[in-house]
């Protein structure tokens, strides 16, 4: 067993169902940014609750750990490697890019950088990139509960990074769910269902961001 095999099972020991629950509340609101004749990947998608649920045609999960493979469904083709490096896919060949709480895992900015290219890279002309993840601006000290948290984003700092590597920005919400949704106090789904029908509480509640953003479309005004 690899270490990150044994970190992800220590810390989701026992939560794997509420983990499985909590996303199938989450999946109607992004669906309606994944068409389901897209293709997608799930980048970081560990244990594939995302991707496992989500309806498109053609479906690729990417994260290094190996119980990546043994947690995908059928229909969910897994690549194992550095994100950062160049991925194993024809340029323009994704819908969407899907990612949540996993560009902190990243070991730096340069990883991040690298990776948010070959996204870009790999998009089709008015693909989506979809992320959500911690916002410390909110989450304060604890952000670093995890011991393999090494960046630190706000919404704004990942905005300036998309920009920067060519994409245009649709969507930044700073707050949207509670951080540690799916590793604190078990809460029931009809309050996680209730919670994203009521933007208005997102501001008291919320600490991670979502941004989604949006590869160009060429020979298209903006």
């Known amino acids: 067993m ?5 970190m992800y099972r220590e810390r989701f020991s026992g939560r794997l169902e509420y983990r499985q629950r ?3 509340v989450l999946i109607p609101f992004f669906q309606k940014w994944v068409a389901p004749d897209s293709t997608v990947l799930d980048l970081g998608c560990g244990y594939c609750e995302f991707i496992n649920l989500i309806s498109a045609r053609k479906k690729y999960g990417m994260d290094l750990n190996p119980d990546a493979s043994r947690q995908a ?10 994100c950062a490096q160049a991925w194993p896919l024809l340029e323009g060949s994704l819908d969407v890019v899907f990612t949540s709480n996993f560009f ?3 070991p730096d900015k340069a990883a991040l950088e690298s ?3 070959q996204v870009f890279l790999s998009l089709k002309a008015g693909g989506r990139l979809i992320a959500m993840g911690p916002n410390i601006k909110y989450t304060g000290g604890a952000y670093w509960d995890f011991y393999d948290h090494h960046i630190a984003l706000t919404e704004l700092a990942l905005v300036e990074l998309l920009k920067g590597c060519g994409f245009e920005i649709d969507r930044v919400t700073p707050r949207f769910l509670p951080y540690k949704m799916s590793m604190g106090r078990k809460y029931p789904a009809w309050m996680l269902r209730w919670y994203l029908k009521v933007p208005l509480v997102w501001p008291l509640f919320g600490k991670q961001f979502l941004v989604i953003a949006r590869k160009p479309t060429a020979g298209l005004p903006h």
């Open 73 to 82: 469904s059928a229909d969910v083709e897994i690549i194992q490697q550095d």
């Open 104 to 106: 902190e895992h990243l």
């Open 2 to 6: 690899t270490d990150l095999e044994r």
């Open 115 to 117: 990776t948010v290219q």
């Open 22 to 24: 909590i996303w199938k």
